[in-house]
């Protein structure tokens, strides 16, 4: 059974800590996502990965970064959290194919709140 | 860039009824995917087609059915005899086939069914 897991499902933190959100797949996709979740906004990318090492930017990266040193984990790096990213974090994995990208998979979320 | 619109925040109806769920895209590009996924109360996203821009044939499955018009950039969602377990967040969404872009899903807002029995 495939599978994306997000190393925490709610995490608290205050404003200025470092928050590392951990992701780990097991179908050996090359293709990694982080994306923020919120009421209203529907689902935006933060970074992506299409191999190790390798890291795009989303339409969100501000205030982020990533880590992707072995093909199963993508790392979510807030540096200094601030209060505007509380939010739930979705981790996503897929095969690239020949016409774009194919099936996300994703994690149950992380939902982050900073005070 | 390109754009998805969800115009429905939310629907409710009672079970067995009928539900179509709309969504409008926007893109200069002639090859693209779009895509369905639902989003359960327990939170993971799942995935339920995928269709490219060049296959206007409409899709069944079950009770789920999706109608693909390039003529209007519309990619909508009908649930037929709906049931509780439909109940969820649905999200439309769309990739390019160029590039870089052809990793980035762009997501719309979402339309929350509820489904009351």
């Known amino acids: 059974d495939v599978k994306v897991t997000q190393s925490s499902r709610y995490l608290v933190k205050r404003t200025g800590e470092k928050v590392f959100l951990e992701c780990v797949q097991d179908?050996?996709?090359?293709?990694m996502f982080w994306y923020r979740q919120d009421p209203g906004l529907g689902l935006r990318l933060i970074y992506f990965?299409?191999?190790?090492?390798?890291?795009e930017k989303g339409d969100i990266p501000e205030g982020y970064s990533v880590s992707r040193e072995k093909k199963e984990r993508f790392s979510l790096i807030l540096e200094s959290a601030s209060t505007n990213q509380t939010s739930m974090y979705l981790c996503?994995?897929?095969?690239?194919?020949?016409?774009?990208?194919?099936?996300?998979?994703f994690g149950e979320g992380s939902r982050l709140t900073v005070l | 860039a390109q754009k998805v619109t969800q115009a429905q925040t939310e629907i409710s109806v009672v079970e067995k009824e009928d539900v179509t769920l709309d969504c409008v895209y926007e893109?200069?590009?002639?090859?693209?995917?779009l895509f369905w996924y639902k989003q359960p109360p327990s939170g993971e996203l799942v995935f339920l087609i995928r269709?490219?821009?060049?296959?206007?044939q409409n899709e069944i499955s079950g009770r789920y059915s999706w109608n693909f018009q390039k003529s209007t950039s519309s990619f909508n969602f009908t649930i037929t005899a709906s049931q509780v377990v439909d109940s969820a967040v649905y999200f439309c969404?769309?990739?390019?086939?160029?590039?870089?872009?052809?990793?980035?899903?762009?997501f719309g807002k979402g339309t929350l069914l509820t489904v009351n029995p």
């Open positions: 996503a994995s897929s095969f690239p194919t020949s016409g774009g990208t194919g099936e996300l998979f």
């Open positions: 179908m050996d996709h090359e293709n």
């Open positions: 990965s299409y191999d190790v090492k390798m890291k």
């Open positions: 893109t200069r590009d002639t090859t693209y995917y």
């Open positions: 269709r490219n821009s060049f296959d206007e």
């Open positions: 969404a769309l990739t390019l086939n160029s590039g870089g872009s052809n990793y980035k899903l762009t």
